[in-house]
Structures are given as C-alpha cells and as structure tokens.
C-alpha cells in the first residue's frame, strides 16, 4: 500500500487537468485515514504542488435508539403488537412494560394513543388496541435515510422535522477538499531546504538544492514580557515614599511565627479570641517552634501572669505550649515585635529608628467582595524617646498626604496591645463618604518593658491593608478581581503605571 502523499501526487500524474474530487471519498477508496490525507494535502498546497478548494458536505446520522427501531420496529408499533396479541382485554399499564419494556412503553403508548391506535378503557384502566395493524413510517423512514448514506434530500422536511424532535437523527457537516494540479506540481515531491548549511557551503550541494523561499519582510514573534501586577505598583509607591520619610525596611520574608512572636509579646492574652482556629490558621507540622529567647520568655510570662509598669497584667496562667505553636502570621506586628527586641538589646544600647514593611498576612474570614483569607499589610512604626499621640497624628497625616488622602480624621478604638489606640479615616472622593483606611496606636508598656527598652521610650505604630487603595486607585470593585486565582491576566498587563501625586503638589505649595 503506497502512503497518502504518493497515492495523491500519483492520482494527479494520470492528465494536466486530473483532479480528486472529494479527499473523503479518495481515502475511503484508499483505505486511508481522511486527516491524514487532508493534512498531507495541506503540506503539498504549502509548496505549491496542489491546489485546495473547500467542500462542505452535510448528512444526517442515527442515534443509538435510531438503529435499535431500524431493526426491531419503532415503540408505538411494538406497544401496538403487544396490545392485538393481549386481545379485546388489552394490557394493564404496568403488565405493557413488563411485556415490551418501560422505555419502550413510554413512548410507544403515548405515540399510539396520538395516532388513535389504541384506546384507554376507563373501567379498567387498561389499553386496548383500536386498530389490528400499522404502517411503520418511522422505521421506513430510517431506512430510507440509511441507503441514501445520511443524505436530508431522502426525505422530506416534516419527515426530517418528526426524526429530529424524537431525536433520533443528527445533522452532521463534514469538511473535505478538491484537489488540483498546483504551479510548482511534480510526481514526486522533493523536500526544500530550510537553511543553508556549512556542509552545503563545503561540498557545493547548495548549488543544486532548492530552498525556502525567504521572506525578508516577515516580522518575528513578539516576545511578551512579565508585567508587574497592580499591587506590586502600589506596593513600590509605598515603599518609595516610606523611604523619603526616613523608614527602614524590615526583614518580613518569613511568614510563619510562632504564637509567642504573634501574640504573647504584644501582650495579647492567650484567651484572646482572635487566637481561636476560626480566627487564624495554625501550622499542623512543625506544630510547636523550636524555641524562643528564654530570658524574655520568663519576662512576657511574669507581664501576662502578674503585670509590671504599672499594670496588674491578665491574672492568668501563662502556657508554654500555647506560645510555642506555630502559625501564619496573622499581622506583620509579629516583625516589628521581634525588631524592637533587637533595638532594646543591640550592641551599645537603644537608638531611636524608623521601621516600615509591606508584606502579605493570612486570617482565616469568610471571603467576600472586600475580604480574603490572605492580604498585605502595610506597617509603619517609630521608636524614640519622649513620642505623643500628636507625634503619631503627624506623622499619619505626612504619610498619607504623600499619597494623595487630605482630608482624615481619627477615632479613638481598642487594640490589645496599643493605648491609646485610633482608627484612621479618609474621605473617599468617589463614593463620597467617609472611609475606614486603617489602625493606629501607641504600644503600650507592658509590651515595651519585657523588651528591655529605656522607660521613656515610647513607639508609635500604624497599619492599613495594601488591597484597599489599590482597590481605590484602579477602581476595583472587587477584592477577587484584584487577588487570586480568578484575576484577569489582561488586567495585569494593561495596568497603569502607580503614581501618588499628594506629595509632589505638597512640596509646589510649600515653595
């Protein structure tokens, strides 16, 4: 058996003007696989051996239950059968499907109830036969169908209409070629070469070779390069201004802590319902973290237990193994806890300093159009002597009118660990109304004095999600439109660069 290329190139060869008129047919008669050919036939048209004109060719094709009623009768004419064979009596409903089955039945006795074929008997329930016998057009039908290979013209148009709402036929359309005789036509095909080659080059071979034709206008495939999300925009405008203030970066790569670092050393209770399972995700292995500074550790357990600095502490029993599991982190605080402790006990004492991070947190909420169980925290905080509320409203509001936030105001509000403690408000300029943007506070003592910090040192802190004026910056309506697995590719892409002009229009007044 010769293959599809060369019985094709064969086929041609007979005259000039000889062409295949149908590729399906062509396989058929060849015993050949009909994608096979076309897309040999495809690869000849590419050099210009062959030329391909498009048939479309549309036939109808029977269900299974078609081909079972071609050979044992259509269910009206079955049920019928078995109603003349019952006799005048007929068949109960029941006794009809045991005779001829209950598929079968369904249709079959509403279709010869339709046809006035058989008749219900009202005393009994039973159906009876009205008629001794009938023509099966729906199985001649088929038939007629078949010998004609599918073709819809075998039948006419209320025929083909009944078949297709009993869903006993299909339309299908199949695609398939003429083939002709191309300008470049040869009976056998000879292979182009791609490129020119140094073995060509040494033994002349290229002299007698036939190449490719180049096309020297061809532009090359565009090469698509990463685009930075819009989060990491925002995220690099924070930074940049955070950095202007005056605020170093702190080390937040590391996003499981344990309950120690996350909770107990911002003197959070172990009672704290925020430390419950609905509340945060806890680490199943390893379970517990290795270990904690010891020495600190007896300091925040006597603070919890007993107080200090003025305060009677939680009157409970702190427990080891509740600080030492392991968890997500459920606030970049976890961070700026542990940079404190490294402030108070560095080499050569404390010196004030400006910490910032901006870096992802996981609480387990119930998502929605505003909340995820993962988002990024923005976090600024100041150590120094002598620091008051009125440091931490400045600094606040430099902040934010760099980014473009004027109009604030502040709320006094509960944190376990700050006090005084505000909740910070914008105003949103689109939904024109006042908007949560984000926490604040002052540490307070009995979070400090375990660390070792001098006692007149005081720490200011703030925070607000990253997703919020991200949201608010690229008109985002949705948090999962923004974060996860459901964000628009096309989003990332066509994202404007992030700017916040609050601060550059600060300093042009200023001047």
Known sequence: MSDPESAILSALSAEEGSTIADTYAFAASHNFDH????????????????????????FFVLQKEANDISTNGSQEVRVLNALVKAGDAGLSIPALQQEVGKDISKIGMGNCL???WAKKDKASGNLIAIVSEAKDDVREQLAALQAASGDPKALDDKAVQALKRRKLISLVTRKSYTVSRGPDYKPKRVKKAADLTKEMLDSGSYKTTTFKEYNFQTLGESVGGGYLHPLLKVRAEFRKILMQ??????????????????????????????????????????????????????????????????????????????????????????????????????????????????????????MDATHLCEFHQVEGLVADYDLSLGDLIGTIETFFKKIGITKLRFKPAFNPYTEPSMEIFGYHPDLKKWTEIGNSGMFRPEMLAPMGLP?????????????????????IDNIRNLFGHKVDLAMTRNAPICRFEGGEEEEKQQQ
Not at 257 to 277: K, T, V, Y
Not at 344 to 356: D, K, L, S, V
Not at 466 to 475: A, D, N, S, V
């Open 114 to 116: 339709k046809n006035k």
């Open 455 to 475: 006692e007149n040192v005081r720490v200011i802190a703030w925070g607000l999600s990253l997703e919020r004026p991200t949201m608010i910056k690229y008109r």
């Open 245 to 366: 203030m005056g605020f170093e970066e702190m080390p937040t790569s590391k996003w499981v802590e344990s309950s120690f670092w996350n909770f107990d050393s911002l003197f959070q209770p172990q009672s704290h319902p925020a430390r419950d399972a609905h509340d945060t995700f806890f680490i199943k292995e390893p379970a517990a973290t290795v270990s904690v500074p010891e020495d600190y550790y007896e300091r925040v357990k006597t603070m919890h237990e007993s107080g200090g600095s003025g305060s009677i502490g939680y009157r409970y029993d702190f427990k080891r193994e509740e600080a030492f599991k392991n968890l997500l982190r459920t606030h970049t605080t976890a961070i700026s806890s542990q940079m404190l402790y490294k402030l108070a006990n560095q080499e050569g004492g404390f010196q004030p300093a400006r910490y910032f991070s901006i870096d992802r947190v996981f609480r387990n909420e119930t």
């Open 35 to 58: 994608n096979q050919v076309v897309g040999v036939s495809k690869s000849l048209e590419g050099d210009a051996y062959v030329t391909l004109k498009e048939l479309s060719t549309q």
